[in-house]
């Protein structure tokens, strides 16, 4: 594992592996990294020559009163568990190399950045495209590794790498969850032990709507209703959002299909917590 920290060496390594013909793959991360990640990094490297995972914690997708200063990090940790994954490079920008003082280009995200996340977080999907769409140009690769957790990001990416031209094949992959169903993420650091039972509020409820779909309601508003009704039901949990939207456009049916998310937002104490589950018969 080579452990890199500046744009220069990062373009060093690369250059000749890319002449070479090697496939290179990305994983961008913010680090304090888990099991959702490393499958990120499985599958990178089954697939490819390569594998690059980015460990940047990008200010510019967290909002003024949101957690940034206080986001985990334990980067020798992440580097001991990517070596332990035959990752090939981890590259740790410092901050001021990815924006320099100068910096002054974002990315308008693409329409699928309208509501939900986008809705709750403004200027979090102009954050994540910008960061993206930079680490996408230094390290040129030719997959793109993100989790299906943030499924509203990933057809973002999508939609962002398709309007870019960006030769890059974007993979998602499936959400990784504690054995209590509970999403794998970061922020499950934060959760006390008591809001760590509560939080399993959100893939219960999602859970059910699925059930409610397959015993033969395909009413989206109706299913909606019915997890509103059980998350608000519980104390302690404020509910952001729930949604049902087409996987690819973002937008809401009236009747669900197969291939469609069910997703959703919770606020457990300070904590936002996101999921989403697809509709699959
Ligand atoms: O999903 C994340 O961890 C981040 O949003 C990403 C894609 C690394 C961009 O900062």
């Given at each position: 594992l080579h452990i890199i920290q500046s744009i220069q060496e990062l373009r060093m390594r690369l250059c000749p592996l890319r002449q070479a013909g090697k496939q290179i793959a990305i994983v961008p991360?913010?680090?304090?990294?888990?099991?959702?990640?490393?499958s990120l990094c499985r599958a990178a490297r089954a697939e490819?020559?390569?594998?690059?995972v980015t460990i940047f914690v990008n200010p510019t997708q967290f909002g003024p009163k949101e957690d940034f200063d206080r986001y985990p990090r334990d980067e020798k940790r992440d580097a001991e568990l990517l070596e332990r994954e035959n990752v090939d490079i981890v590259f740790i920008p410092p901050v001021s190399d990815i924006y320099p003082q100068s910096?002054?280009?974002?990315?308008t995200p693409p329409a699928q950045s309208q509501g939900w996340c986008g809705a709750s977080r403004p200027g979090h999907f102009q954050g994540v495209c910008t960061?993206?769409?930079?680490?996408?140009?230094l390290v040129q690769p030719d997959r793109g590794y993100f989790g299906?957790?943030?499924a509203q990001q990933l057809a973002v990416i999508r939609q962002m790498a398709l309007d870019l031209h960006y030769p890059i094949e974007i993979i998602g992959c499936p959400i990784v969850r504690e054995k209590d169903g509970l999403a794998m993420s970061s922020r499950n650091v934060y959760l006390s032990p008591e809001e760590r039972r509560q939080?399993?509020?959100?893939?219960?409820?999602?859970k059910q709507g699925l059930e409610k779909a397959r015993s033969g309601c395909l009413n989206v508003s109706d299913i909606i209703k019915d997890g509103?009704?059980?998350?608000?039901?519980?104390?302690?949990?404020?509910l952001d959002y729930l949604g049902i939207v087409d996987q690819n456009t973002f937008m809401t049916p009236e009747r669900v299909s197969i291939g469609d998310v069910y997703l959703g937002a919770i606020l457990v104490g300070k904590t936002r917590l996101i999921d989403n589950m697809k509709f699959r018969v």
């Open positions: 991360t913010m680090g304090y990294l888990h099991e959702g990640h490393l490819n020559d390569i594998v690059v910096h002054s280009t974002a990315i960061v993206v769409s930079i680490l996408f140009n299906e957790k943030d939080s399993l509020i959100l893939s219960k409820t999602l509103e009704k059980i998350i608000q039901s519980i104390t302690g949990v404020q």
